[in-house]
């Protein structure tokens, strides 16, 4: 990882990292996308995505295994790869350690949030603020990561 993101590395770094980070981008966006499928940031549209609405049919056990699987896997790879890049970012020192701890809480609580949905009502608004939270968190370490990426081949091209 480090190759990629030194500055000797140069122009042969550039195009790998970039496209990691358009593929992260796309992989934020198309869990966002899945969860305004999933009730969207409307409590009870939440509650009754995984509780079933008004008399329906609850979200079953395989069923909510595999909406938290399709978040684990997203959260888990896209976090690896920003954390990696996050660790030998050179303007990163001083908020490193605290973007990453943030996004991994965020995340994590967004991963067990549909299991206090389906076991109790009422917790449509804590799926919906551990998913506003976990994608403002892991934005923001996406955009710190490239940030510091563009400036260090901009100040390597000086």
């Known amino acids: 990882m480090r190759w990629l993101v030194q500055p000797a590395a140069g122009a042969r770094a550039r195009p790998p990292v970039a496209l990691f980070l358009v593929f992260a981008g796309l992989a934020l966006a198309g869990l966002a996308v899945q969860r305004l499928q999933a009730g ?9 995505f ?6 329906g049919e609850p979200l079953s056990a395989a069923a909510l295994w595999e909406e938290v699987h399709v978040g684990a896997f997203v959260y888990g790879f896209v976090l690896f790869m920003l954390s990696a890049l996050a660790a030998v970012a050179p303007r990163l020192d ?3 350690g605290a973007l990453v701890l ?3 809480a965020a995340t994590l609580a967004d ?3 549909p299991f206090a949905v389906s ?3 009422g917790l449509g608004a804590l799926r919906v603020a551990t998913s506003v939270l976990a994608s403002a968190a ?3 370490l996406l955009a710190a990561v490239a940030v510091s990426q563009l ?3 901009r100040d390597a091209r000086a």
Not at 50 to 55: L, P, S
């Open 138 to 140: 892991m934005w923001a």
């Open 119 to 121: 076991a109790r009502p």
């Open 151 to 153: 400036r260090a081949w």
């Open 40 to 48: 969207g940031l409307s409590a009870a549209g939440v509650e009754a």
């Open 94 to 96: 001083g908020v490193r």
């Open 102 to 104: 943030t996004a991994l």
């Open 50 to 55: 995984y509780r079933g609405a008004e008399g």
């Open 111 to 113: 991963l067990f949030a």
